[in-house]
């Protein structure tokens, strides 16, 4: 089957660089940690297994020991389990994020790039509004905009009333804040694919515009959006650990590795004598950040190489 | 024969727009008042050089363009034309012109109207590589016509897309693969089964042999001509090339800054132009023989822009022939027998 | 008589992803001095590629693997291949110059036919104007009266000829208003790049010197790049398809400017083209090629009247003409990838013997002056 054929060749391309391999490597390591994350560390029965439990509540954190592994940051959170659980985390803010800003650039993007005219315009001018505003700072006032509870819809007693955990509004203060890139993107590359002849030659074979849309300037389209998600994936995380980190977002226990360097701040010069007498606190969740964030990266890079119609062999 | 396509003054401009409010302060006349009537079965041959406005006519003539003036007549009777052509002259305004126009008109036909109409005339265009969609296989290429169109059943999709590969001469082998693993001749010959497989009447092909090699050229021709007379068609051939459009049409038009200058038969054409522009046209062909001296007849200066086309015949700026009278009034195409039309102040 | 440009032998490989491309195998032409050889081929022939290799240009991931380019620059023999770069590019430009097929895509697009034109100038003819000016100086001197900034404007012009690099002239070429030197050196250059495109038979060429590639047409976009190559009087012009994209009178006119200039300035021209019927206007000799190897080269009335190979029969027969049928040659030009074995034309040759599959033809001289590499008129048949 010819799209084997195409994944074959895909495949071998990225066997072909180091830097994919590396990157194609991590991810699948993180994957895997996610997924054993109930082996790997068992949760306590009857709670939230999001929840990171405490042996005791002693202020000061804990090096690295026989029983737990990566030691214990402030109030006595199992360091271990929280990185193991936060992988969980990482990738469902990561691809929630990604998939809803993508869903929602692509349907406006099309439109208005297909459309063109004044619809075109409208839309552009309301992507530079959210683009006039710092991305971090745009993301924290929706946060805290947000309402806890959303009613979708109440006929007198019956009705459907939606609860925004305070993780929920972190993703959708990130999706919010995230779809116009998409949309820029999704728009530049559909104006270069509307002009080609086989978009003509489909109008001339009588195919409505919707159909043309999604089978033929979509999927050609569709290689730098694939790029710029992969990149983006790390970024957002990223941006979900600092808004941790400022004390938005998940609550207090949260498996969530911004979670875990917030609680480290007030030990990150440690002691008097000695500034690293903590490092188990801030670097672990630290490196997990950072190798995700790399991961992704190098696959995103990867992606680009393989993917750019100009280097592909055609 | 029967008339299948009479375009009465068609006219196609294209906007350009300047200033910063993006207003309309030129316009492009690519296509000006054209009169053409293609018979069934016919290949009715277009020249012309770049910015002459071939292809927009032919675009224009299916629809893919949307005309500024004019009509577009397809598969009418000869008795509703010239019942058209008597009230166009006597009375325009006349509601039954009208309602004719609405019936047979296709510049009066919008969106849903045309949907019927798409099976009808089909296009081939000039360069195979950004023609053919590059993320779809050969089987979906050809047969997607079918299935927008709704013409057979999802089950025949299949056998009718292997029966018109095998007509232009490829193989059921090759059902599964992309475009950019042909040549360019099979590319163009898969752009062929596209355009033939909903059994279309009447055919565009824009410079079909432009983009391909020499060897693959005559091949090519040998196929629109067997295609030609086994199913029927009818031909708009659009083509630079003057040697490759007289291998093929019956009668030829001759295009220049949207009007055309001259229309005959073939070789009456060939034998005996009379447009100073034909002329120069036909002399500028190399041949392949050394031995042969022609006197070339060799034009000043390059096509002028259609934005601002000179006043009265387009043609007197680069005549060799030129008189008084051309600079002033814009010569009419004039019979002068036999089929033969030009448009020229020297006539 | 010494051959202008002599390519024996040459091997040429691309290596891509899917495989070795033999681009060219084993390819000898020669050149001789003031005539027009037509080199005709299909696509993927390796005519281009032949025409590169002689500016050693080729793009990676193509190398020459074997064989000499031989080229007489000042009745000298260089071999191409084996030069460093610093010669190469003095005679690229100066003694070869090369036109290509597409002039708007050769142009670049923020610099203006002057600034693309005087390039050529200022690289390889500083010399000339330097003392050029350092002569209209000298006449200045005598007439007018601030001799001191014309004696400074003199040295620099005089440091530029010592030393082109020197940081000096880098220097003063920046402060305002000693940079007098500059605004000689511009006025020289646009008079003669003036003189260069009426050379060209562009009409209005002061208004033209000023435009950008994007608002030129295609017939005086090509003007401006023959322009670009015979602004050094080469010896050898190498023209790769230049009229392709043109429209047929203007091809008419380019090529007329062709035998012209070729009359006027002296050059010998090699010329690229799958169009029998430009060869038979312009050139005196042709070398056909087919997959990377000269199937024939002979005389232009020759090579019409008598064409020997097979495919330069199929060729000339499957021309499109008026009055007359044409015929195609069946299948298609074979992949480089793995060609076939033998002769690379013997899957749609009507005359292939058991031999061609087998053994790759040598290039016999069947009558005079015209020779084939074909196994029908080697030694074997006989």
């Known amino acids: 089957m010819p799209s084997w054929k195409e994944m074959r060749f895909t495949f071998g391309r990225i066997k072909q660089s180091p830097v994919s391999v590396i990157g194609f490597a991590i991810i699948v390591f993180y994957v895997l940690i996610a997924l054993l994350a109930p082996i790997l560390a068992s949760p306590s029965p009857n709670s939230d297994p999001y929840m990171i439990p405490q042996e005791s509540f002693i202020f000061m954190p804990n090096p690295p020991s026989a029983t737990h592994i990566f030691g214990t940051t402030e109030n006595q959170y199992d360091l271990w389990y929280g990185c193991i659980w936060g992988t969980r985390t990482a990738f469902r803010i990561g691809i929630m994020v990604v998939v809803s800003s993508l869903a929602i650039g692509l349907l406006i993007g099309c439109i208005s790039g297909y459309y063109g005219g004044i619809v075109d315009e409208l839309m552009m001018r309301f992507t530079d509004i959210i683009f006039a505003f710092p991305g971090l700072v745009l993301a924290m006032a929706l946060y805290m905009a947000l309402p806890d509870k959303i009613t979708v819809f109440n006929f007198g007693g019956f009705g459907w009333t939606v609860t925004l955990m305070a993780l929920d509004k972190v993703l959708i203060a990130l999706i919010l804040v995230g779809w116009p890139s998409y949309t820029r993107v999704i728009r530049g590359e559909i104006l270069r694919v509307r002009t080609e002849d086989y978009i003509e030659a489909a109008k001339a074979s009588g195919c409505s515009d919707f159909r043309v849309m999604v089978k033929h300037v979509i999927p050609n389209s569709i290689y730098p959006i694939v790029i710029m998600s992969s990149l983006d994936i790390g970024g957002i995380v990223l941006t979900a650990a600092a808004m941790s980190f400022l004390g938005i977002g998940a609550p207090k226990g949260y498996a969530d590795w911004g979670q875990l360097i917030s609680l480290s701040r007030n030990w990150i010069f440690g002691d008097m004598n000695n500034p690293l007498a903590f490092w188990h606190v801030f670097l672990i969740p630290g490196i997990f950040i950072f190798i995700f964030v790399l991961g992704w990266n190098l696959l995103g890079d990867a992606f680009r190489d393989i993917l750019d119609p100009t280097i592909r062999r055609r | 024969m029967s008339t299948l396509i009479r375009t009465v003054k068609l006219k196609k401009y294209f906007p350009v727009t300047g200033g910063v409010l993006k207003r309309k302060i030129a316009e492009v006349k690519a296509v000006d008042e054209v009169n053409i009537s293609i018979k069934h079965g016919e290949c009715f041959g277009v020249v012309g050089e770049s910015g002459c406005g071939k292809t927009t006519l032919g675009k224009t003539i299916i629809r893919l363009l949307k005309p500024n003036g004019g009509s577009i007549f397809f598969d009418a009777p000869d008795d509703v034309l010239e019942e058209v052509d008597k009230l166009a002259d006597s009375d325009p305004k006349s509601e039954r012109l009208k309602e004719l126009r609405k019936q047979y008109d296709l510049s009066t036909f919008k969106g849903r109207k045309l949907r019927p109409f798409r099976s009808k005339m089909q296009i081939v265009y000039q360069d195979p590589t950004t023609s053919l969609d590059p993320r779809m296989l050969v089987k979906d290429i050809v047969g997607e016509p079918l299935v927008v169109q709704k013409l057979v059943k999802r089950g025949e999709v299949r056998d009718r897309v292997i029966e018109m590969l095998r007509k232009v001469g490829l193989t059921d082998k090759q059902l599964y693969r992309f475009p950019h693993e042909f040549s360019g001749g099979q590319r163009q010959r898969i752009a062929v089964a596209r355009a033939l497989i909903v059994n279309p009447k009447f055919v565009i092909l824009d410079e079909p042999t432009s983009s391909v090699d020499v060897s693959v050229r005559a091949q090519l021709l040998n196929l629109f001509t067997a295609l030609q007379k086994d199913l029927g068609l009818t031909y708009l051939f659009i083509s630079h090339d003057l040697s490759v459009v007289e291998c093929i049409s019956h009668r030829v038009a001759v295009m220049y800054l949207g009007k055309i200058v001259e229309l005959a038969q073939t070789e009456e054409l060939y034998e005996n132009p009379h447009h100073p522009y034909a002329l120069a046209l036909l002399s500028a062909i190399p041949i392949p023989d050394p031995t042969l001296k022609r006197q070339k007849i060799m034009l000043s200066g390059e096509v002028p822009s259609p934005i601002n086309p000179p006043h009265g015949c387009r043609f007197h700026p680069r005549c060799p022939k030129v008189m008084d009278i051309c600079s002033k009034e814009e010569p009419a195409l004039e019979d002068l027998g036999n089929g033969h039309f030009v448009a020229c102040h020297l006539y | ?382």
């Open chain 3, 1 to 382: 008589m010494v051959n202008l440009l002599e390519i024996e032998n040459l091997v040429l490989k691309f290596y891509t992803y899917e495989g070795e491309v033999e681009a060219l195998d084993e390819v000898s032409l020669y050149l001789r001095e003031g005539e027009t050889l037509g080199v005709v081929g299909e696509t993927g022939c390796g005519k281009s590629v032949t025409a590169l290799s002689t500016l050693v240009l080729v793009p990676s991931p193509g190398r020459i693997e074997a064989g000499h380019i031989f080229f007489k620059s000042k009745s000298e023999q260089v071999d191409m291949l084996s030069q460093n770069e610093s010669v190469l590019r003095k005679i690229r430009g100066k003694d070869i110059s090369m036109i290509f097929q597409e002039p708007r895509v050769y142009l670049n697009p923020v610099y203006t036919v002057l600034d693309q034109i005087s390039e050529v100038y200022v690289h390889h003819r500083m010399k000339e104007f330097c003392q050029k000016a350092i002569v209209d100086i000298d006449n200045e001197i005598k007439s007018k009266k601030t001799s001191r900034l014309l004696r400074f404007e003199k040295s620099m012009f005089n440091e530029i000829l010592k030393n082109p690099r020197s940081p000096t002239i880098k220097i003063v070429s920046k402060i305002p208003f000693l940079n007098r030197h500059r605004r000689r050196l511009k006025r020289m250059l646009r008079r003669e790049v003036v003189g260069i495109l009426k050379a060209m038979e562009i009409a209005d060429p002061e208004r033209v010197v000023d435009m950008y590639p994007h608002e030129l047409s295609g017939g005086m976009a090509q003007r401006v790049v023959i322009a670009m190559a015979l602004a050094c009087n080469p010896t050898l012009l190498i023209a790769d398809e230049p009229t392709t994209n043109l429209d047929v009178t203007v091809q008419l006119q380019i090529l007329n400017l062709i035998k012209n200039l070729k009359d006027k300035f002296g050059s010998s021209v090699l010329y690229i083209t799958h169009d029998m019927g430009v060869v038979a206007d312009l050139c005196q000799r042709v070398a056909v090629m087919y997959a990377g190897s000269v199937c024939e080269v002979a005389d232009v009335i020759e090579i019409f009247k008598n064409p020997l190979h097979p495919y330069t029969k199929g060729l000339l027969e499957s021309i499109p003409l008026p009055g007359k049928s044409y015929k195609s040659i069946a299948g298609t030009v074979p992949s480089l990838i793995n060609p076939p074995k033998g002769c690379r034309f013997h899957d749609r040759c009507l005359f292939a013997l058991d031999i061609c599959t087998t053994v790759k033809p040598k290039m016999v001289e069947a009558t005079k002056d015209h020779f084939v590499q074909c196994h029908l008129f080697g030694d074997v048949s006989k």
